[in-house]
């Protein structure tokens, strides 16, 4: 079983729309990110939290939220998504110490029409 | 702000040989990391740089790290098709009193032909 979860994996919405992106991860780790991916430009991250209590933001968190529901479950919300949130969204985890290496899921790829 | 820049963006070479790719970052750090994406998959990492001088071999690549000169590269020696990918390198500033989270490199593609 893959140790980072992303539901769901392929999204077409319309502008407007309230979406939501859910990740899980069985790695025990306590950090978990947001990035979203657009061709050309690598990734930038959109939010972050160390846990369940300490969200922080990111380089471009303007049009998102998220939600620590647990240590293994990190979600990203689009309010009222539009078309420039077309993306591939990757949810990644890391330890707190030592070399912080993170280790991402599948990707969701995104489309706001 | 965190920069990170790599070069080339793009690179066609042919098997069998020897290439490297550069990685420069605009603030302190001491954390580096390689990843290879294939196309529609998810980040594979490849190689965690934690001190200046850190030399990593995996295979047919082989990635170091200059903290003082905030450079990385990995290199592809005598390459083969299946190292076609996406590569990135990202650096974690937390280390040097930055925020959490990776900021990456917009990625090398690179194409391996026979």
């Known amino acids: 079983d893959a140790d980072v979860t992303q539901t769901p994996r392929n999204r077409i919405t319309k502008t407007g729309k309230r979406i939501m992106l859910e990740c899980s991860q069985t790695k025990g780790h306590d950090r978990m990110y947001w990035y979203r991916q657009d061709p050309g430009l690598g990734l930038r991250l959109i939010y972050y939290?160390?846990?369940?209590?300490?969200?922080n933001k990111g380089e471009i968190s303007d049009g998102y939220s998220v939600s620590r529901q647990a240590q293994a479950k990190f979600s990203l919300s689009l309010e009222s998504a539009i078309p420039n949130q077309t993306a591939l969204y990757f949810c990644?985890?890391?330890?707190?110490?030592?070399?912080?290496?993170?280790?991402f899921g599948p990707g969701t790829r995104l489309t706001v029409l | 702000e965190l920069k990170v820049e790599q070069n080339p963006l793009f690179l066609s070479m042919q098997e069998g040989k020897n290439y490297t790719i550069y990685c420069n970052y605009s603030?302190?750090?001491?954390?580096l990391y390689w990843y290879r994406q294939d196309p529609g998959k998810s980040l594979e990492s490849l190689f965690v740089?934690?001190?200046?001088?850190a030399v990593k071999q995996e295979g047919r690549l082989m990635a170091s790290l200059d903290t003082k000169a905030r450079l990385s590269t990995l290199h592809i020696t005598a390459a083969v098709h299946d190292l076609s990918a996406t590569y990135f390198c990202?650096?974690?500033?937390?280390?040097?009193?930055?925020?959490?989270?990776?900021?990456f490199g917009k990625g090398t593609h690179l194409i391996i032909q026979p």
């Open positions: 740089l934690l001190s200046n001088g």
């Open positions: 990202a650096v974690d500033a937390f280390s040097g009193g930055g925020a959490d989270g990776l900021t």
């Open positions: 990644a985890t890391s330890k707190g110490g030592g070399a912080r290496e993170q280790f």
């Open positions: 603030t302190t750090s001491d954390r």
């Open positions: 939290s160390f846990d369940v209590k300490d969200i």
